[in-house]
């Protein structure tokens, strides 16, 4: 009964390559994210989509692309891996912004990435 | 850009004291504050999120206060214990849409000792 679930949990490729990474919540919620947290910490949010719409869309580079099947999955597939793509990637979901505990994030384990 | 400190990188306390941990911001004043606990090699894990116009927020023995004119929110836990040695991240909670954008802090991480 996992509620945000991310596979696979470790990623290790080369440089050049193309990868995804997948998320699904158990949630029952309408909005889901993914963010990045770099090698300092220090984490960013990338995506945000809603009921399969882009709703957040940060300065990420256009090799990473979201894709939403349905409201309760949300992949990311990244192309042509560079070195500084290396960290760790969470998804998280929410209900839709509501206010109050409403807004609170459910995240996933994270996908360790990890571009050689 | 927002910009957000929490203080140092590192806070040590002994156990039965009352950790305190700081987020400042720059700019704009969020709707909403969130703080999230992050343990080693998980995601992080909600805790308390306070509104703009509240000034005090208790769970247990977390609390949580938010002043916007000083651009600060306070988080403190009373009576530490070594479980609750943790990296603690505070982030600032804007609506974008349907979605509620969060912008994170660097992180103080907690180590309680006995």
């Known amino acids: ?116 | 850009s927002q910009k957000i400190e929490q203080n140092s990188e590192a806070l040590n306390i002994q156990e039965g004291k009352t950790a305190t941990l700081t987020c400042n911001y720059t700019n704009y004043s969020p709707a909403y504050l969130q703080w999230y606990r992050q343990d080693p090699g998980r995601g992080p894990v909600f805790l308390l999120l306070i509104r703009e116009n509240e000034k005090e927020k208790r769970k247990e023995r977390l609390k949580v206060t938010f002043d916007t004119t000083l651009k600060q929110s306070l988080f403190h836990i009373t009576a530490s214990q070594p479980a609750d040695s943790a990296t603690y991240l505070c982030a600032l909670d804007m609506r974008a849409g349907t979605a509620s954008k969060l912008t994170f802090g660097t992180g103080t991480r907690l180590q309680v000792t006995l």
């Open chain 1, 1 to 116: 009964d996992t509620a945000v679930s991310q596979t696979p949990k470790y990623l290790v490729t080369q440089m050049g390559n193309d990868k995804s990474i997948k998320c699904e919540q158990n949630l029952g919620h309408d909005t889901m994210y993914w963010y990045k947290q770099d090698s300092k910490k220090f984490l960013k949010i990338m995506f945000s989509y809603n009921n399969k719409e882009l709703i957040i869309n940060e300065t990420v580079p256009n090799r990473f692309s979201p894709k939403s099947p349905d409201k309760a999955h949300l992949n990311l597939h990244i192309n042509s891996l560079e070195l500084g793509d290396s960290a760790v990637y969470f998804c998280a979901s929410s209900n839709n912004w509501g206010g109050g505990s409403l807004n609170e994030q459910f995240f996933g384990p994270g996908t360790r990435l990890t571009v050689l």
